[in-house]
Nanobody, 124 residues
């Protein structure tokens, strides 16, 4: 089993920044790709970003390209999502998820393990 714990969410003004963390435990960190997804009230869950198990491949949703960046840190067994230039439409619960030997998939059904989510609210 892989356990994932997100942190770093909160309330931020439009144009501000937040960094989400996803701590991974239970299985070798380097074996798993980690993806970020989000779900806003009344909407379906959507892909945000992912980093492959090797750390070489990253993919982003068009809506966040140029504003968000994800990186994995083997020393802390964590993956980070840096979110800049935040907009009200970025408001959602953000989840991280793990896929064994993932190489940049964007489909949520590829990810077997999920965290509990962290709320991000962008509002003035």
């Amino acid at each position: 089993q892989v356990q994932l714990v997100e942190s770093g969410g909160g309330l931020v003004q439009p144009g501000g920044s937040l960094r989400l963390s996803c701590a991974v435990s239970g299985r070798p960190f380097y074996d798993y790709a980690v993806g970020w997804f989000r779900q806003a009230p009344g909407k379906e869950r959507e892909f945000v970003a992912t980093v492959s198990w090797s750390g070489i491949v990253t993919e982003y949703a068009d809506s966040v390209k140029g504003r968000f960046a994800t990186v994995r840190d083997r020393a802390t067994s964590s993956v980070y999502l840096q979110m800049n230039s935040l907009k009200p439409e970025d408001t959602a619960v953000y989840y991280c998820a793990a896929e064994y030997h993932g190489v940049g998939n964007k489909e949520s059904d590829k990810f077997a393990y999920w965290g509990q989510g962290t709320q991000v609210t962008v509002s003035s």
